[in-house]
């Protein structure tokens, strides 16, 4: 089974806090992405990465920066924590690369309160 | 540029009862069709995809979606409901023609299922 781990299932940061979010992946998945959910919206895909070191911006990417050093880790990292970006974040990963028709398996998610 | 549309935010039913979720997209090219089921504190898990051929698809769970290309939808179904059914639903996209892995998500139903 492909196994998508995140580091905390609940987060309470401060408003200007650095914020690092952790998603680790065990199926050699060249692609990783965080994506926030909010209701009424969905989900939103922030950054994407296809390779180490590689990376994509998504659709809302403003506010956040991601690493991936290592091929099974993919990290999120919030710069200075505003208020408008308690969510709840989801990592995933699939297989890679080209055109084919990969799902993706996600992880149980990191709510996030910043107050 | 590629999207879905969920055009229903709830959808009732009883158990025992047949299901319809419905999902239209646009891409603009050929598409991959996804649907996904999360459960309330959880990622989501992956129920089905289309790629090609029987319009028909099968999944997990008794699930099964139907792709329509002439009114661009993928509509979820199953036979009979059951209350463990009860949980959110996504519909996602990516065009055959694009580069990257990503898929675009709807913005989720909620179907009810009462006993």
């Known amino acids: ?115 | 540029a590629q999207s879905v549309a969920q055009p229903e935010d709830q959808v009732n039913v009883a158990e025992g009862n047949p299901l319809t979720v419905k999902c239209t997209y646009s891409v603009s090219g050929n598409p991959y069709l996804f649907w996904y089921v999360q459960y309330p504190n959880r990622g989501l898990q992956f129920l089905l995809k289309y790629i090609t051929g029987d319009n028909l698809v099968k999944g997990s769970y008794g699930f099964e979606a139907e792709f329509n290309k002439s009114q661009t939808s993928f509509h979820l179904k199953k036979p009979s409901a059951l209350v463990s059914d009860s949980a959110l639903y996504f519909c996602a996209v990516r065009d055959m023609n694009s580069g990257y892995s990503t898929l675009t998500f709807g913005k989720g139903t909620m179907l009810l299922v009462s006993p």
């Open chain 1, 1 to 115: 089974d492909v196994k998508v781990t995140q580091s905390s299932r609940y987060l309470v940061k401060r408003t200007g806090e650095k914020v690092f979010l952790e998603c680790v992946q065990d199926m050699d998945h060249e692609n990783m992405f965080w994506y926030r959910q909010d209701p009424g919206l969905g989900l939103r895909l922030i950054y994407f990465s296809y390779d180490v070191k590689m990376k994509e911006k998504g659709d809302i990417p403003e506010g956040y920066s991601v690493s991936r050093e290592k091929k099974e880790r993919f990290s999120l990292i919030l710069e200075s924590a505003s208020t408008n970006q308690t969510s709840m974040y989801l990592c995933a990963s699939s297989w890679g690369p080209g055109q084919g028709a990969y799902e993706q398996y996600f992880g149980p998610g990191t709510r996030l309160t910043v107050t």
